[in-house]
């Protein structure tokens, strides 16, 4: 049978560690909290909450800002839509210039006929919105044109440009003759209502 072993048996080699401060063993546990990281890379807190702090954006090339798509598609429609009123105007322009007097044109521009109900209703048919500066040399004042605007444009445009050449021909029946409506429309960019005035004469 073994003897029972002496308490001088259970000695060790090793060293004891110092005890331990409770306050650092708090400190580290609380570091190790706070360098935790939930599953989103967010920052766990003390209280097991995210702590959100503020990042410091490393210094060089950044994103450029990107553009809502609703700010954009506006103004590229825009733009096109100015474009597009532009290639218009100068459509317009070079049909006019395109626009040669023939024999036709000339006979009407020196007929001394008196201007007929008919006569107003197909130029006014065919007068562009440039009308208003043949009003003008006609001395109608802008607010004599404003006037007709308001008392026809329900009826349309063409109602409109009728009733101020109805007017002109009333006031001044004199002068009121094809021959000085075709100089002035020729004169005052409206040669296509001209050339058709004079296909027809």
């Known amino acids: 049978m073994s003897s029972p072993k002496n308490n001088n048996d259970l000695t060790t080699d090793a060293c004891p560690s110092p005890p331990r401060d409770n306050k650092d063993s708090c400190q580290s546990s609380e570091e190790e909290i706070d360098n935790k990281e939930g599953q989103n890379g967010e920052r766990i807190g003390r209280n097991g909450r ?112 009728y009733q101020f050449l109805l007017d002109w021909t009333q006031n001044e029946p004199a002068e009121a003759t094809v021959g000085t409506l075709c100089n002035l429309l020729w004169d005052h960019n409206q040669k296509d209502s001209v050339k058709r005035w004079s296909e027809k004469y």
Request: aromatic share 8%; no cysteine; proline share 4%.
């Open 50 to 161: 995210p702590s959100y702090t503020k990042n410091t954006k490393p210094r060089g090339f950044t994103k450029a800002r990107r553009i809502s798509p609703a700010t954009v598609t506006p103004r590229i429609f825009m733009l096109e839509q100015k474009s597009f009123i532009i290639l218009m105007e100068r459509a317009k322009q070079s049909q006019k210039k395109d626009i040669i007097e023939t024999k036709a044109i000339k006979s009407l521009r020196e007929s001394r006929d008196p201007l007929t109900r008919e006569d107003l209703l197909f130029v006014a048919t065919h007068m562009d919105e440039n009308w208003q500066d043949v009003a003008r040399i006609l001395n109608y004042s802008d607010g004599q044109i404003q006037q007709f605007n308001i008392d026809h444009r329900h009826y349309g445009m063409k109602e409109v440009i």
